[in-house]
């Protein structure tokens, strides 16, 4: 016989192994991840280097794991909103690199190039959730909003009622779905009509038809009723009971059983389903059950469910660059393009002789701003480095994006180009990103070709800060 005490004392022993396991494997489960390639840089002519060289190591390393997180944070936050509270960003998100980088995969040797800086290339997997976690907080403790605009999104509701009477779903309840809108107008979204948006887009279908105008079926075609579907299914039971004293008969209406479940239209997906089978309730009329079942039903969602799915954190499209002249003008190019922030990855898959170049490209960020975001931060901060328009935008569609490249130069003034020019990633980096990596006043030089208002930034900015230093000291003399 096993004693009693012997048998608890392995159920604790067994417990505390599973909850052991647990603690150990829930961050790999419980938070979602990344996969984001980046560029480090460092300026190895700065004074700190000369004393201690493993000191710039260390910086390079640090700065591109800093880069890693920074494309996880533009998955949530507008370019133009980090470069002008990039400060605040960086001692707030950037600088948690061991909370924020799940592993680092692969770490390049460190370079240093005829543009002035070296180099460093890293493969990582950060946190995503963890990001936006450090986002949000950071956004309640300075009262400003860094999480991106995903617009109004929009919304339908569906709720059918069934009893014993009524053998089909078709019956639906006005009174829960309204109960529900309001939950959901609540939170600021637009409610949707399924039925009003499929007969508009028959209707219209119906009529571009008739008229030839092809284009406009297509469109038509592709016209969606919602961002999000929620549909309910309530199970009654109707039963009757005598009252002893007087003996009254009374109906009384029981919910056996409700569901519900939400799919994301965007992606086809259900994102949320679940089952409830009430206990010990019973409603006068079917209208009171309905009503508490539109309120139980609003419960199980929030706004911050809804904003977690409108997220896209990145999707891949094929970059189709024309007129590039070698093979090794491709590699400089996926370069430059592992630096530039929206890129999370770069994969050169095909070059041609005929200077069709092919990428695989994984974009932070949804398709909502995709061609804003292409233009702004690819074919600018590109252009700049160049000092001229050597790209431009010949076609752009949801997964593929043409560029034209033109130059007059030839092979090896192009590759001088790339080489000595300073990174086009900061071509539009904020001036506290520029000072962090380029401390030499030569070096500092250099970036003022591709990003002349950061510079004149940092060096008002120092100005600023010597004569408020001589003023303090006399003052306190």
Request: proline letters at 3%; one cysteine or more.
């Amino acid at each position: 016989m096993v004693k009693k005490s012997e048998v608890l004392a392995r159920r604790g022993l067994l417990l505390g192994v599973v909850c052991l396991l647990f603690s150990v494997l829930s961050p790999a489960f419980a938070q979602n991840t990344i996969m984001v390639t980046a560029e480090g840089l460092a300026d190895p002519n700065a004074e700190t280097y000369a004393r201690d060289k493993g000191l710039l190591i260390d910086d390079l390393r640090r700065d591109a794991r800093r880069q890693a997180i920074e494309k996880a944070v533009g998955v949530f936050v507008e370019g133009s909103t980090l470069v002008e509270n990039y400060t605040l960003i960086d001692d707030r998100v950037l600088s948690e690199t061991k909370g924020l980088i799940k592993r680092v995969i692969k770490e390049s040797k460190p370079w240093v190039a005829d543009d002035g800086f070296a180099h460093m290339m890293i493969k990582a997997e950060v946190y995503l959730t963890g990001v936006q976690d450090a986002l949000r907080t950071m956004s309640r403790q300075s009262r400003i909003s860094y999480i991106r605009d995903y617009g109004n999104p929009r919304i339908s509701v569906a709720v059918y009622a069934q009893d014993a009477d009524r053998g089909s779903w078709q019956t639906r309840s006005d009174i829960a779905e309204n109960l529900l809108k309001e939950r959901i107008l609540e939170f600021g979204y637009r409610v949707w009509s399924e039925d009003a948006t499929q007969a508009l887009k028959t209707e219209m279908m119906e009529s571009s038809a008739l008229s030839n105008q092809t284009q406009t079926t297509v469109s038509v075609s592709h016209l969606k009723a919602a961002d999000f579907s929620i549909l309910g299914r309530v199970r009654f039971d109707v039963r009757e009971v005598k009252l002893n004293s007087s003996g009254i008969r009374l109906k009384k209406h029981l919910i056996t059983s409700w569901t519900v479940k939400c799919v994301n239209n965007n992606t086809g997906e259900e994102i949320y389903f679940n089952n409830k089978v009430p206990r010990h309730n019973s409603w006068s009329t079917e209208d009171q059950a309905l009503e508490d079942v539109g309120r139980m039903i609003g419960q199980e969602f929030s706004k911050d469910f809804f904003e977690s799915h409108l997220v896209q954190p990145n999707h891949l499209f094929e970059l189709r660059v024309v007129g590039l002249p070698s093979y090794d003008i491709g590699v400089l190019l996926k370069k430059e393009m592992i630096g530039l922030r929206p890129f999370l990855d770069v994969s050169l898959r095909n070059y041609t002789t005929s200077g069709l170049t092919l990428y695989e490209v994984n974009f932070a960020g949804g398709q909502a701003d995709f061609a804003q975001t292409i233009n702004s931060a690819v074919i600018k901060p590109l252009n700049a480095k160049f000092g001229e328009n050597v790209y431009r935008v010949e076609s752009l569609t949801r997964d593929v994006v043409t560029l034209l490249f033109q130059s007059e130069k030839n092979q090896a003034e192009l590759v001088e180009e790339f080489n000595t020019k300073p990174p086009a990633s900061l071509a539009n980096a904020s001036p506290a990103r520029i000072a962090q990596v380029a401390q030499n006043d030569e070096t500092l030089k250099k970036v003022e070709a591709v990003n002349p208002a950061a510079v004149a930034f940092l060096e008002n900015t120092t100005d600023a800060g010597t004569n408020s230093a001589v003023m303090d000291e006399i003052n306190n003399f």
